[in-house]
């Protein structure tokens, strides 16, 4: 065997290694960071352990190509649109590709993580030009068999012609290409060429998924593998004092009752923890049982008594002491422009408003599970998470094992939106397995999910506005949220740099009840409170409230401001392509549209929402919707994410609710906390801005807006104005 010398391939940093082996080419490809100098794989491709490599591409003799996906998958679809970057560039037919899912590789990879809608965005030149090398390869190899210059051959669906009409499929130059030098400056397609890249292709875990074959965490299985049950504190701010487990005991297929907690308070009190740690140091008590049905019996029948360690807190006072916090002046300034002071003093009109949203849980389809086999050797971690190298991480210094001695392998995930981003649930699963000494599976039942954390936190918004002569002058936003603050780049979106009097200012009340990121983490409210207060100023400035965030953008299209994350020009261009695919205010009589544009997670996206009266109570009808996502790779796998996130985007903000009474969540499970229905769910019109842009995300951006579109829409029909989620509430207030 023979590896490639790969020291004169540094351009790109993407290339790992490339090799000879029985039965076909295996191609290894470090898709995002620097490149691994060489790598020894086993002569039978069949027998080699996957689970070594971080993404590459095998190639068998009869031409088919296996790509391995590296990003966890959540339903965002990346484990089919980044294997079609690849075989775009790499000139095969799709029918001839294989799609299987990576595992953990902590050496080679950076980034194999799902969040923050980044994945197809950072990856974009890495994965065509991991493509396009491996076709250069082969075709150089063809034209060595030929004696001909590599110039006067061409590629077509995985066969390579030379000017004599002779052909070679790829199967045939495996083992020569294997062997030749990485070629440098290889060349990508110009888009207009593109011939996998823009179609729409079908989910390569349909057939899995519909069909019921083992995908998820859930169904995860290994020989001798127990299952758990765990037992957390029911309120926040409380730990366990002690535990009866008699009752427990007796079910049939409960095999043991033990408590874990000591070593995340190690863990916690070393300092070791990270943004994905979010975990209480108290003890927890874990079922261990033969099954899923006798864990979570024994579960029910435990007897514990918990005793208060820090404060009870209830949703009056959270209300109370945001509210308090709006209107202090302890605040973390995070923009300022011009003298907002100045402009509201000058003003023909300043308007102040606020709005209010509660927490919520993520509410995933597939509860939180994960496996775990600790062993003196190694650890096996298995399941759905979001995060596998911090996991990974945590275990290993929890444990104290070494970092190359744990290992991850990813299944697909039954709804991440965040929650999967925090690996609580894999740290109680590797403490178990670590106490019992046998391989285990962690399982939550809904009422865990919801009643334990993390939840996106509840937040205040708070907005004033002037407007002289007719122009918008000041504008003031002050954010007093639970545990955090919005991110660092936000306050430079829309819309700073279109008002010349500009101020963010943030707060923050620590809490002992966990939140985290929540799909399109802060900006998921903001949106809606935002637009909401800019169809407000329209209304007191009697100007077309879109018309409005027009005018307003071009005072940024030509900005040097290099802090200013959105694009003027790409937003109008989305804003007035909504306005057409809608008929804005050209509607039939009894249709109330409702207006609202963001720029989240790279991506600007505008809608229009239409809602009906039916006994004088606003039904959301259609929404239409404009997005900026630069070249759409993937458009069936677009439009799913577009449509889905607008849907959980309206149906959180009309029925979400939830609260706490003295530490304890309201609601347990879906028939007290309500998720929009099927039939309450409108049609959504998706229309993409057509260019050749680098593409952007798509699992978040959909989503913000929809809550103002809806907002507005019930403000045009109702002459109300929705101020907190869920709107429900408003609405049942107000008797409408």
């Known amino acids: 065997m023979k590896t490639l010398n790969n020291n004169n391939f540094s351009r790109r940093n993407f290339l790992k290694t490339s090799v000879l082996a029985s039965g076909g080419m295996l191609i290894g490809f470090n898709l995002l960071t620097a490149c691994k100098k060489e790598a020894v794989m086993p002569l039978d491709i069949e027998s080699l352990n996957f689970n070594d490599f971080n993404a590459f591409i095998k190639i068998s003799d009869d031409g088919y190509v296996t790509i391995f996906s590296p990003n966890p998958e959540i339903g965002q679809g990346v484990k089919t649109s980044m294997p079609m970057l690849i075989a775009e560039e790499l000139e095969v037919e799709w029918s001839k590709v294989n799609v299987a899912q990576g595992a953990l590789d902590t050496k080679n990879f950076t980034r194999q993580l799902a969040g923050g809608s980044q994945s197809i965005r950072l990856a974009w030149d890495a994965l065509r030009e991991t493509g396009a090398t491996t076709k250069q390869m082969l075709v150089n190899a063809a034209a060595k068999k030929w004696n001909v210059d590599t110039s006067t051959c061409k590629v077509s669906k995985g066969i390579i012609t030379n000017q004599n009409g002779e052909t070679l499929g ?31 292709i079908v989910n390569v875990d349909i057939d899995k998924i519909i069909t019921g074959k083992p995908l998820f965490g859930l169904d995860y299985k290994a020989e001798g593998m127990l299952y758990a049950s765990v037992l957390r504190p029911p309120a926040f ?8 487990a008699s009752a427990a005991k007796k079910v049939n297929g409960v095999i043991d009752v033990i408590t874990i907690g000591s070593k ?18 108290t003890d927890k008590v874990v079922v261990i049982a033969e099954n899923t049905w006798a864990a979570i019996k024994g579960k029910k029948v435990l007897s514990a008594t918990w005793k208060k360690d820090s404060k009870l807190e209830s949703t009056k006072d959270h209300d109370t002491i945001l509210t308090k916090i709006l209107d202090g002046n302890e605040f973390d ?10 402009a509201f003093a000058n003003a023909d009109k300043v308007i102040k408003k606020t709005f209010h949203s509660p927490f919520l849980p993520h509410n995933c389809m597939e509860p939180m599970n994960f496996y775990a086999n600790v062993t003196p050797e190694k650890v096996h971690l298995a399941g759905p998470v979001q995060t596998p190298e911090f996991a990974a991480k945590v275990v290993a210094e929890m444990l104290g094992y070494d970092l190359d001695k744990v290992s991850v392998e990813m299944t697909r995930m ?6 999967r981003l925090y690996g609580d649930f894999v740290y109680e699963a590797a403490e178990i397995s670590n106490i019992i000494k046998k391989p285990i599976k962690v399982v939550s039942t809904r009422e865990d999910d919801m009643t334990t954390g993390v939840y996106r936190p509840g937040i205040k918004y708070r907005f004033k506005g002037s407007f002289k002569d007719g122009k918008v002058t000041g504008y003031y936003l002050k954010e007093a949220a639970i545990n955090g603050n919005m991110y660092g780049l936000i306050p430079n979106f829309f819309p700073a ?15 002992n009840i966990t939140t985290g990121a929540w799909r399109a983490p802060y900006t998921n409210f903001l949106a809606f409170a935002e637009q909401s207060f800019f169809d407000e100023l329209a209304t007191e400035m009697k100007v077309d409230t879109i018309q409005l965030r027009l005018d307003l953008l071009q005072n940024v299209k030509n900005t040097t401001d290099k802090r200013i994350q959105y694009s003027g020009q790409r937003m109008e261009d989305t804003i007035k392509l909504v306005r057409e695919k809608s008929n804005w205010s050209k509607t039939e009589e009894g249709i109330y549209q409702g207006f609202s544009v963001y720029y989240s997670h790279n991506t600007h996206v505008a809608e229009i929402a239409e809602i009906v009266l039916q006994d004088g109570y606003p039904i959301v009808k259609k929404v ?28 959180h903000a009309m029925y979400a609710d939830f609260s706490f009474e003295k530490g304890k969540p309201s609601s347990k499970n879906f028939d007290t906390y309500k998720l929009i229905r099927m039939q309450e769910t409108p049609k959504v019109d998706i229309h993409f801005v057509e260019n050749n842009l680098k593409p952007t995300g798509l699992g978040e951006p959909g989503l913000p807006p929809a809550g103002g579109a809806v907002a507005n829409a019930i403000k045009a029909a109702l002459g109300k104005r929705m101020y907190s989620q869920p709107f429900v509430n408003e609405l049942e207030k107000n008797e409408i």
């Open 414 to 419: 039954g709804g991440g939106f965040g929650r």
């Open 237 to 244: 701010g409380e730990v366990l004092e002690s535990f009866d």
């Open 264 to 281: 995340v308070r190690d863990f916690v009190d070393a300092g070791k923890s990270d943004w994905t740690f979010i975990m209480s140091k």
């Open 497 to 511: 740099g279109c008002i010349p009097n500009f101020k963010v200012d943030t707060a923050n009340y620590k809490s």
């Open 333 to 342: 300034t995070r923009r300022e422009d011009g003298n907002i002071k100045q």
């Open 624 to 651: 239409t919707v404009a997005v900026d996502c630069g070249i759409v790779v993937n458009p069936s796998g677009a439009k799913n994410q577009i449509e889905g996130g607008v849907l959980d985007g309206i149906g």
């Open 170 to 200: 790829y199967g045939e130059v495996v083992k020569e290409a294997a062997l030749l030098e990485i070629p440098e400056n290889v060349v990508l397609k110009n888009p207009k060429d593109f011939t996998i890249i823009g179609q729409e």
